[in-house]
């Protein structure tokens, strides 16, 4: 099991860039495949971006392509998503979860969700 804290969320004007962070806990954090989801107030959570154990595999949601970018550093045990051009739609909870290996993340029904991230977004 991987326990995951999220941080770096706050409050960035329309166009502006945050980078939130996705720290692990465990040694197997590099066998996981790892995703970023928000949920917006009055909202279902939704996908944003996963990124596979090694990185070849990169996906996006349509909403943030071109966009947001997700990265992982293993040795680090920690997941970013770097978010540029931000829109007041934007604004969410982010969640990181982790994704065990030969699952897809963007479908994994997962058993637990942290705090996560509260990013706001100014216009």
């Known amino acids: 099991q991987v326990q995951l804290v999220e941080s770096g969320g706050g409050l960035v004007q329309a166009g502006g860039s945050l980078r939130v962070s996705c720290a692990a806990s465990?040694?197997?954090?590099?066998?996981?495949?790892m995703g970023w989801f928000r949920q917006a107030p009055g909202k279902e959570r939704e996908f944003v971006a996963a990124?596979?154990?090694?990185?070849?595999?990169?996906y996006y949601a349509d909403s943030v392509n071109g966009r947001f970018t997700i990265s992982r550093d293993n040795a680090k045990n920690t997941v970013y998503l770097q978010m540029n051009s931000m829109k007041p739609e934007d604004t969410a909870v982010y969640y990181c979860n982790a994704a065990p290996t030969g699952w897809d993340p963007r479908k994994y029904e997962y058993d637990y969700w942290g705090q996560g991230t509260q990013v706001t977004v100014s216009s």
């Open positions: 465990g040694r197997t954090f590099s066998s996981y495949a």
């Open positions: 990124i596979s154990w090694s990185g070849g595999s990169i």
